[in-house]
């Protein structure tokens, strides 16, 4: 089993900047693609950022130029900076991993538990 555990969220006001980090931990034979994803209220689930092994990324649109995604495959972890944030930021954001698991030799996706992010305006 590989775990995701997410730390950095919280309240600031727009304009105002944050950064998340996810470390995994666990049953990891290799960790792929990790990622953040978000879910505001009322509205689905969305992939913020994401990044390979390799170090190639993705942003969503709505955050080019913005977030920044950063990885250390030596530590199994990776952080979302997140730079002139506004309200309509504010969701659950959660760490995503695309890892093989050292037990099954199998390929999962994992989620972390998820970390509020509020924007006030």
């Known amino acids: 089993q590989v775990q995701l555990v997410e730390s950095g969220g919280g309240l600031v006001q727009a304009g105002g900047s944050l950064r998340l980090s996810c470390a995994a931990s666990?049953?990891?034979?290799?960790?792929?693609?990790m990622g953040w994803y978000r879910r505001a209220p009322g509205k689905q689930r969305e992939l913020v950022a994401g990044?390979?092994?390799?170090?190639?990324?993705n942003y969503a649109d709505s955050v080019k130029g913005r977030f920044t995604i950063s990885r250390d495959n030596a530590k199994n972890t990776v952080s979302l900076q997140m730079d002139s944030l506004k309200p309509e930021d504010t969701a659950v954001y959660y760490c995503?991993?695309?890892?093989?698991?050292?037990?099954?030799?199998?390929?999962?996706?994992?989620w972390g538990q998820g970390t509020q992010v509020t924007v006030s305006s």
């Open positions: 995503n991993a695309v890892a093989v698991s050292s037990t099954s030799l199998r390929q999962f996706n994992y």
């Open positions: 666990g049953s990891i034979f290799r960790l792929n693609a």
């Open positions: 990044m390979t092994t390799g170090g190639t990324t």
